[in-house]
């Protein structure tokens, strides 16, 4: 299973992006679901995870009401909106999969597959 990441860049405070994240190969049983992001000298932490559903989502603190997860099950992606962002919103991002379809996990080490990560920097 491979997740490409795709949608960073540069952008200023208060701009949008939208991040995708797509799985490739022998992708039945696997669950593109959570974003995690880790800037420099930092830990990985977790920004939002939704289920296979779609009917659950959650979301750090630092990101709520900002950012929006959604998928599409047809396609095994999933996307992060993320909107009025912030310089300390400048990371890594990556995408995490799993195989527990109902799961909302937030740690790290509750996914089984990861992206590649994709920069999102946001000037002040």
């Known amino acids: 299973v491979q997740l490409q990441a795709s949608g960073g860049g540069l952008v200023q405070a208060g701009g949008s992006l939208r991040l995708s994240c797509a799985a490739s190969?022998?992708?039945?049983?696997?669950?593109?679901k959570g974003w995690f992001r880790q800037a420099p000298g930092k830990e990985r932490e977790f920004v939002a995870v939704i289920d296979w559903s779609g009917g659950s989502a959650y979301y750090a603190d630092s990101v709520k009401g900002r950012f929006t997860i959604s998928r599409d099950n047809a396609k095994n992606t999933a996307y992060l909106q993320m909107n009025s962002l912030k310089p300390e919103d400048t990371a890594v991002y990556y995408c995490a999969a799993d195989t527990k379809p109902a799961d909302t996990n937030t740690a790290v080490l509750s996914y089984d597959f990861w992206g590649q990560g994709t920069l999102v920097t946001v000037s002040s």
């Open positions: 190969g022998r992708t039945f049983g696997i669950y593109v």
